[in-house]
């Protein structure tokens, strides 16, 4: 867990208004009041698509994000994407995907 524009949960820190100016994004530590967080710490995994209990209810509840380019689940898509890809290969194309013309 050490790429702070890669939630846990399967967000993509780096499309918020806030990050890097208001927030440093998921780091970890500084995030023990995110259920995700704290989960991933316990099993000692990088984020919630390396879970053997994927996907939990808690994060089939989740909404990150009710932005365009949200839509309800995209986050459980990005945790498969990302489990598939890995997370260096996940970050470009979140970038790419998200980056504006």
Same mark, same amino acid.
């Given at each position: 867990?050490? $790429?702070?524009?890669? &939630? +846990?949960?399967?967000?993509?820190c780096?499309?918020?208004p $806030?990050?890097?100016?208001?927030?440093? &994004?998921?780091? /970890?530590?500084? @995030? *023990?009041?995110?259920?995700? %967080?704290? !989960?991933?710490?316990?099993? #000692?995994?990088? @984020?919630?698509? *390396?879970? /053997? #209990?994927?996907? !939990?209810?808690?994060?089939?509840?989740? %909404?990150?994000?009710?932005?365009?380019?949200?839509?309800? &689940?995209? @986050?459980?898509?990005?945790?498969? #994407?990302?489990a +598939?890809?890995?997370? +260096? =290969?996940?970050? =470009? =194309?979140?970038? +790419?995907?998200?980056?504006?013309?």
């Amino acid at each position: 867990m050490g $790429h702070r524009e890669a &939630g +846990a949960c399967g967000d993509w820190c780096g499309k918020c208004p $806030h990050f890097s100016r208001k927030c440093p &994004g998921c780091i /970890p530590l500084q @995030h *023990l009041d995110c259920p995700f %967080v704290r !989960c991933c710490l316990a099993r #000692d995994i990088e @984020h919630c698509g *390396l879970c /053997p #209990d994927f996907p !939990c209810r808690e994060l089939r509840e989740f %909404v990150p994000d009710d932005r365009p380019g949200c839509p309800p &689940g995209y @986050h459980i898509e990005n945790l498969r #994407d990302r489990a +598939a890809r890995g997370t +260096a =290969a996940w970050l =470009a =194309a979140q970038r +790419a995907a998200w980056r504006k013309p």
